[in-house]
């Protein structure tokens, strides 16, 4: 594994009208340091209503944070109603799209299947997944590890970062295998 920069990313999930947002990524660009951006990479996932908003305060201001999305379709277009490409989010200069986040994976019934076409379309607008383990609370608690196959997906595009002492990984074809870690 190569050395590289820890990122820092907040997940706003459904929280913050567009002026709240405003105000919460001044905020933080206040409080964080040089120091702080040198020692890592920081990102920011607004809701879709925000994204603009987020980014016009990025770089008119220069705050060296990342604009994220928390979610993307995996279809470049079509009749989906309320859903968002990974081209719209690229004009957006939209760097980081959070996948299989287990919100998404248990409220929507989102298959790895979905996350790995979602996977795709992110890779294909030179954006960055940021690859959710997709576990519950009850999974988590129980140290159930997930394992996925992402096929098409190939092992150069991913770098596994895990600070853990106990990790588990294991190939599988099953929508979601199991096993105690």
Known sequence: MTDRKPLISGNWKMNHNHFEAIQM???????LSSD???ACDV???PPFTNLRSIQTVLESDHIPISLGAQHCHEEEKGAY????SSGMLEKLNVKL?????SERREIFNESNEQVNSKIKAIFKHS???ILCVGETIEEREDCIVLTADLPGVEKKDIELSVHSESV???ASTEDRDYEKA
């Open 25 to 31: 990524v001044q905020t933080l660009s206040y409080q």
């Open 36 to 38: 702080d951006y040198t």
């Open 43 to 45: 990102s920011v996932h």
């Open 81 to 84: 109603t309320g859903e968002v």
């Open 97 to 101: 799209v959070i996948v299989g986040h």
């Open 127 to 129: 954006m960055t997944p």
């Open 168 to 170: 588990s990984f294991k």
